[in-house]
């Protein structure tokens, strides 16, 4: 008997990986490999799932968040590169407090926001799937 590769849904993968990465490491987010099962964990219960009672973290896949792949500010150098913008500019805000916010109305200010959440979207995928490929998971839609 041959085993199958665990399924994992896209939308609920994508899901955990954004309150991990939003969680400023307080949330963790698990897949079961047996049954490709996502659970969170958050210490202040603001977005935890009931977790069965035989629930070992030990045993699951901690769900890797943005840092863990590096698509924190070097995904918004990238993304400057590929489309050629004023990459000094950008240098010059992620030099100050608020930069995400200032980059992000800087990218509208000049018609490539929608870019943007293309690209980061693309890229964020793109990672997942590896991580998935990586951990025997097969993502799907």
Request: charged share 25%; glycine share 8%; hydrophobic share 40%.
């Amino acid at each position: 008997m041959t085993n199958s590769p665990i399924k994992v849904s896209y939308a609920e993968l994508e899901l955990a990986y954004g309150m991990v990465s939003a969680g400023q490491g307080d949330v963790q987010c698990f897949i079961d490999p047996l049954n490709g099962a996502i659970y969170c964990v958050d210490p202040y219960g603001d977005c935890s799932d009931e977790l069965p009672e035989d629930f070992d973290a030990d045993a699951c896949l901690a769900i890797p968040g943005k840092y863990d792949f590096d698509l924190g500010k070097q995904l918004v150098f990238d993304f400057v590169l590929a489309k050629q913008l004023d990459y000094e500019h950008v240098e010059d805000m992620f030099r100050r407090k608020g930069a995400y916010s200032h980059y992000k109305a800087w990218l509208l200010d000049i018609g490539e926001l929608d870019d943007w959440y293309a690209y980061e979207a693309q890229r964020t995928r793109a990672e997942l799937a590896q991580w998935c490929a990586e951990n025997g998971l097969t993502l799907i839609d």
